[in-house]
């Protein structure tokens, strides 16, 4: 067993009993310890507990005991150079160690770029965002050693007088709290410094806003007349509220391959990278989806390979992928506030069709268990979420039959 003490700094191999893995095994790390302040350095060593009581007993030393002992004297020294010359801090020792993820910021960013190669471009652009927001409360450079809930209830102080909604934040927290995770188990961050801990800080629950429509409300969009590019954008939201309330980016890339007997057969975007959350998701083409088609689509059905819409090309990167879905969305939106404002519809956007979607199989008698599969969630909680509480018709409805 390794220990090093000097001028109230200790060093310590330790297993990391709190961060057991999936084979059962144990991470070894280097502890360091200055005015009761714990930072971990790892050895990319992992053990089982048995093995870490025996291991230290036999006369030869196994490859791993090495591996775990270089390590070892390699954060030793330098804490003894840094004593030696009255400089120790831990910012000093992560530079000496090559550690230059120092702040919050470089987590952000590092974890943007994993994203990005990855071509996680949505999350990507959520990291990037929290960052931004992050900066313009904390500034350009926050340790670690400076958060805590005090911390994280002026962040959520200072974003609520920028205006932002409650949604907003609770996105920025859970990204942080990602983060510092991470950095708990890179040691960065001590476990009782973590301010999501249990009776730490607590993340604003996101607003539920309730997007869906009435049948009478899809009927007059339906029946809508006017511009003929705002009524070309109708048409591609009655075609994502009738195929299970397709969300864009997936229905601006269906081709006409994913026909089966009448039916689309695809598989989100969303979770197909998921193993096990990649199911298939089934729709069947109604009159109205082939008008849509025909009138609004590539027209070259006896080309299987084909978009059904004009937008994709096949050779986008990731990010382009990003960019044009959110270019449609944009377009479309703007198109449906027009609309929305003719027809008196509050909050009407290409989200609106895939609740309303949900919302109007469930009032009128469809099973839950039909609505998840049909939008190809992987439980019923995600399904919920979806589906709007009762309207006011519903209400007057039951308040009637109090007294009857």
């Excluded at 301010?195 to 800080?201: D, E, L, S, V």
């Excluded at 404002?341 to 609740?355: E, G, K, V």
């Excluded at 979420?385 to 007057?396: I, Q, S, T, V």
């Amino acid at each position: 067993m390794y220990r090093f003490r000097k001028d109230s700094i200790s060093v310590l191999a330790v297993v990391d009993r709190r961060r057991r893995k999936i084979n059962g095994l144990y991470p070894v790390k280097i502890e360091v310890v200055y005015r009761r302040i714990q930072r971990y350095y790892p050895t990319g060593k992992d053990v089982s507990l048995e093995e870490w009581e025996t291991m230290w007993n036999s006369r030869r030393m196994s490859e791993k005991c090495i591996s775990i002992e270089k390590s070892f004297h390699l954060v030793r020294t330098e804490v003894e150079k840094l004593a030696d010359k009255g400089e120790f801090c831990f910012a000093a020792l992560d530079t000496r160690l090559g550690r230059t993820m120092l702040t919050l910021n470089d987590a952000l960013r590092k974890k943007m770029d994993s994203l990005m190669k990855q071509g996680r471009v949505n999350s990507y652009y959520r990291y990037r965002n929290t960052l931004r927001a992050v900066e313009r409360h904390g500034g350009g450079r926050i340790y670690f050693d400076s958060l805590n809930v005090g911390w994280m209830n002026r962040c959520e102080a200072s974003w609520k007088k920028e205006g932002k909604c409650s949604t907003t934040i609770n996105i920025y927290m859970k990204t942080l709290r990602s983060v510092m995770k991470d950095a708990v188990e890179a040691g960065y961050m001590r476990e009782g410094q973590f301010p999501f801990r249990k009776n730490g800080y607590k993340i604003p629950a996101s607003a539920k806003r309730k997007m869906a429509l009435t049948k009478e409300q899809i009927s007059r969009i339906k029946a809508w007349h006017g511009d003929e590019e705002i009524e070309y954008w109708r048409d591609l939201w009655m075609f994502s509220y009738l195929c299970n309330g397709i969300n864009f980016r997936d229905m601006i890339f269906l081709k006409y391959r994913d026909i089966v007997d009448g039916e689309f057969h695809f598989v989100r975007s969303k979770t197909s990278r998921c193993v096990g959350d990649s199911k298939i998701i089934v729709a069947p083409i109604t009159p109205m989806m082939s008008e849509i088609m025909e009138k609004r689509g590539n027209g070259i059905e006896g080309k299987s390979d084909q978009y059904i819409f004009r937008y994709a090309k096949g050779s986008e990167t990731p990010l382009e992928v990003s960019l044009l879905t959110r270019k449609v969305i944009h377009q479309c939106n703007n198109a449906m506030k027009r609309i929305a404002l003719d027809l008196d519809i509050p909050h009407l956007s290409t989200y609106s069709a895939r609740h309303s979607f949900a919302t109007i199989l469930q009032r009128s008698g469809a099973d839950i268990s039909f609505i998840s599969e049909c939008l190809g969630h992987t439980n019923l909680t995600m399904t919920e979420n979806y589906l709007a509480g009762y309207g006011k018709e519903e209400r007057l409805k039951y308040s009637k039959v109090l007294l009857d």
